[in-house]
């Protein structure tokens, strides 16, 4: 069964009411089934009550509700992939490198790695399992202009992967603002049901909302979107198991009188939507210090890794 095409089967959603749903997002089973009632009525243009039963089916349909036991849950962990940085230090960090069906969040002042990592990341997914990759492709959704063709024909050439290969298998969009990059994310899905993407990267995650929702009158209406967002990559990584890596500003530079330089944008919106946190800083030459700052499962800790022409190693 495809929820796309049982969409339509649900009771109280005709062609129209299905266009309506997927144009706003809902493009599958699950998502129907943890939205609200309000929010549903809003979007199809429903009645609360016809929304309900529209929910209450997807509920159904998608299976969702039941627990499982410990045991089970470890079994389905047993699918979890982790991808290398192309750092045997950073990937200890995080128990074995990149995980999949997680958000890992990457920040840090300008210059500390965060797109250096996250395209060496898009070129190390290609890789065979036993070289760290997982034979996949990448979408890299490009808030601030950073993505840079010249600098994935360096690292795949390092890596031993051909750099035109390499470069067809990295999906790039550039969003210009933040409702374009929240479509970016649902978009990604309709990319991933063709092709194996295995990895989905945010660079940055909070640059447009930051510059968009200005004052604290619109921080409610920012956190709100934000967290939808999140949800969206989330979504995408579990039903994927693909990696979601996110790059992020700090709240201000050292030399500036207000705002703290190791504190992340996005409050604890992103806190606690992220499962992994790691907070980059420069140090002499081409190291860079990654610090493990919060994780369910890992103790905090620091790697030392290097930045060269070739990409990320130790």
Do not use: C
Request: glycine share 10%.
């Amino acid at each position: 069964m495809t929820e796309e095409t049982n969409m339509e089967d649900l009771p109280g959603v005709g062609p129209s009411t299905a266009q309506k749903l997927r144009d706003a997002g809902f493009r599958d089973l699950m998502s129907l089934a943890v939205t609200s009632p309000s929010e549903l009525a809003n979007v199809a243009d429903v009645g609360e009550n016809v929304a309900a039963k529209i929910i209450a089916a997807a509920k159904k349909e998608a299976d969702i509700g039941d627990f499982q036991t410990g045991l089970q849950v470890l079994e389905d962990r047993k699918l979890v992939g982790k991808l290398h940085s192309g750092s045997d230090v950073l990937d200890a960090l995080l128990g074995g490198g990149f995980e999949t069906k997680a958000i890992t969040e990457m920040f840090g002042e300008y210059g500390s790695g965060k797109t250096q990592i996250v395209h060496q990341l898009a070129v190390n997914v290609q890789r065979t399992a036993d070289e760290g990759g997982m034979e996949g492709h990448a979408i890299f959704i490009d808030t601030e202009n950073t993505f840079r063709p010249e600098r994935i024909v360096q690292m795949a050439s390092a890596a031993g992967v051909e750099p035109e290969e390499a470069l067809s298998r990295i999906h790039v969009a550039r969003a210009f603002n933040s409702h374009h990059q929240m479509l970016l994310a649902e978009k990604a899905k309709e990319v991933a049901d063709t092709i194996p993407v295995r990895l989905l990267v945010v660079d940055s995650l909070t640059a447009h909302f930051r510059a968009e929702f200005l004052g604290r009158g619109a921080l409610a209406e920012r956190q709100q979107k934000l967290n939808k967002h999140l949800h969206a990559l989330q979504r995408f990584g579990d039903i994927h198991n693909a990696v979601v890596a996110v790059t992020n500003q700090v709240q201000a530079k050292p030399d500036m009188l207000f705002g703290d330089p190791t504190k992340p944008i996005g409050g604890h919106i992103v806190g606690h939507t992220a499962t992994f946190r790691i907070y980059l800083r420069k140090s002499k030459g081409g190291k860079r210090i990654a610090r493990l700052i919060d994780s369910p499962n890992l103790p905090e800790g620091e790697a030392v890794f290097n930045v060269s022409e070739d990409g990320i190693g130790d």
